[in-house]
């Protein structure tokens, strides 16, 4: 089944202790791309991917980390997790070009207390 | 990236027809996505529009004018299951990559 696979689903940790979101997709795809979603504030983009070994700061990257050696993973990293950082995070991805649109993991819901 | 606006909630009576609007930067732009996000659920893609027109695809229906920088999703026959989030994202410059608005929230009552 074609898909994105983020995990852990669930995940509350204490401030400063560092944590990783990791994300898999099995449909070859270019793109992946990382958002975090707030009431009120809608999906914004943290950072995103274009291919193997290139990414890109979003719209709010301060605080996070990704990298892209392989295809097929595009983990988040959070360094030193502050509760600001308590969010609903969703890792995506698409093909290269064209009306694909993205598909979204199924998110990962983090509290940083 | 794109500066999208659209309606922050609507609300509507099952069987009617529904439209929600959303507006976006002109400059650079590629096209525009309209995804549904069921509450506690990830966004699901509904429609890709690059060209000025209608496209439909059964209850639901998606607008573009490039000229305006206006798109909408029109959703028809409401059922109750259409409750939930619509968010509209664009692209521009040279990626692929979607700016998304805040979302509309639909409530559809009996």
């Known amino acids: 089944e074609a898909q994105v696979t983020q995990n852990p689903r669930y995940l509350i940790t204490v401030t400063g202790k560092k944590l990783t979101v990791t994300c898999s997709q099995n449909?070859?795809?270019?793109?992946m791309s990382w958002y975090r979603q707030d009431p009120g504030l809608g999906l914004r983009q943290i950072y995103y991917?274009?291919?193997?070994?290139?990414?890109d700061k979003g719209d709010v990257p301060e605080g996070y980390k990704v990298s892209r050696k392989e295809k097929r993973n595009f983990p988040l990293i959070l360094e030193s997790p502050s509760p600001n950082q308590t969010s609903l995070y969703f890792c995506?991805?698409?093909?290269?070009?064209?009306?694909?649109?993205?598909?979204f993991g199924s998110g990962t819901r983090l509290t940083v207390v | 990236g794109q500066n999208i606006d659209q309606p922050t909630e609507m609300t509507a009576t099952e069987g009617a027809i529904v439209q929600i609007n959303c507006t976006y930067q002109t400059s650079g732009f590629n096209g525009l996505f309209w995804y549904q996000q069921h509450a506690g659920e990830a966004p699901t893609f509904l429609s890709y529009n690059v060209l000025d027109g209608l496209e439909e695809k059964g209850r639901f229906s998606s607008f573009l004018s490039r000229s305006k920088g206006y798109s909408y999703l029109l959703l028809k026959e409401l059922q109750m299951k259409d409750s939930a989030s619509y968010l509209c994202a664009g692209t521009s410059g040279g990626s692929y990559i979607p700016t998304f608005g805040r979302g509309t929230s639909l409530i559809v009552h009996p």
């Open positions: 995506a991805s698409s093909k290269q070009q064209g009306n694909y649109g993205y598909t």
């Open positions: 449909m070859n795809h270019e793109y």
């Open positions: 991917s274009m291919n193997v070994e290139v990414t």
